[in-house]
């Protein structure tokens, strides 16, 4: 099952599932981000028709890719998904440098655990939604560094507690096959880990290793301008024998900007399934295997696993 802020729901349910979008962000440092930052009422009115487009567009579950510290809002996500009809998918976990609040650098891998186990199990405050996965973050460079590395274990330790899989944003291929790294010394099965951003990475191989290790290979920033740049990586990653059962597509789009006027530059959320699935099926890539890979692909990914 996946578990939505509205309850779990099942394949049939999840239908059509964009794994990384974003409904608001605030980039605003040390953790300080709180909800008076922001009007709910507006991101509502600005973000709503958005969702409704994409709806239409055949769109059902969408998955908000902000943790806390950085624009979880469980109370905008339930209201959002109650007007919108669609169904919203939040997260535990935190992100990274300079997003954290100070206590984190203070915590142990298992404090940080406990607080993610504890709201997989009790609900995010009182606001009644439960997190459908983990959300992380990698920094930037070739390795893992100290923090981070904390970050992941915790993540790690939560995933084998509670079912949940992780995703984590990743830039390059170098921090993913660290990352690997640190999973297979673990025991931990790669297949509850999603490389976000897989699109960053230069090394086709990484990514052949890493899918082939069962991590799942997250191509996104899928958006007008960059249709050939992505079928062009599309068919790349098929011939350097990357399964197509490991690729999940999305966007990274949206989303609401806490500090810039009205939300600042929104952008619609529906032409990965309007525009870009017809133009890569007419440059060849298979109808069939585009739609796994917005459909079974991301909900095997997304699902909760025993």
Not at 125 to 153: C, H, M, W
Request: with cysteine.
């Amino acid at each position: 099952m996946l578990q939505t802020v509205t309850g779990l729901i099942n394949e049939k349910e999840a239908g059509t599932l964009l794994v990384h979008e974003h409904i608001l962000v605030g980039f605003i440092e040390d953790g300080k981000l709180s909800p008076k930052d922001y009007d709910r009422d507006e991101v509502v009115a600005m973000i709503l028709p958005l969702l409704l487009q994409l709806k239409e567009a055949g769109c059902s579950t969408f998955v908000d890719c902000a943790p806390e510290y950085l624009g979880r809002d469980p109370y905008l996500l339930k209201e959002l998904a109650a007007k919108s009809g669609l169904h919203l998918v939040t997260n535990t976990g935190f992100y990274k440098a300079p997003y954290l609040p100070p206590f984190v650098y203070q915590a142990t891998e298992q404090d940080l655990a406990d607080l993610w186990i504890r709201e997989a199990r009790n609900g995010i405050g009182d606001s009644g939604v439960f997190p459908g996965y983990i959300k992380i973050a990698l920094n930037d460079g070739t390795s893992i560094n100290e923090t981070q590395q904390k970050i992941l274990r915790a993540a790690i330790r939560t995933s084998l507690e509670t079912g949940l899989p992780i995703q984590c944003h990743t830039i390059g291929g170098d921090t993913a096959l660290h990352a690997g790294e640190i999973m297979k010394q673990a025991g931990f099965d790669r297949e509850r880990f999603i490389w976000v951003h897989a699109q960053t990475g230069k090394d086709l191989a990484v990514h052949q290793q890493l899918a082939a290790d069962g991590m799942w290979i997250s191509i996104d920033s899928i958006l007008p301008g960059t249709y050939d740049k992505h079928v062009d990586l599309l068919q790349q990653l098929l011939a350097h024998g990357v399964s197509g059962d490991r690729i999940l597509l999305s966007q990274d789009t949206g989303w609401y900007t806490v500090g810039e006027e009205r939300g600042g530059n929104l952008r619609p959320y529906h032409h990965l399934l309007t525009d870009f699935l017809p133009y890569a099926a007419e440059k060849g890539l298979d109808e069939h295997w585009l739609q796994q890979c917005v459909t079974r692909n991301p909900y095997q990914a997304m699902r909760i696993r025993s």
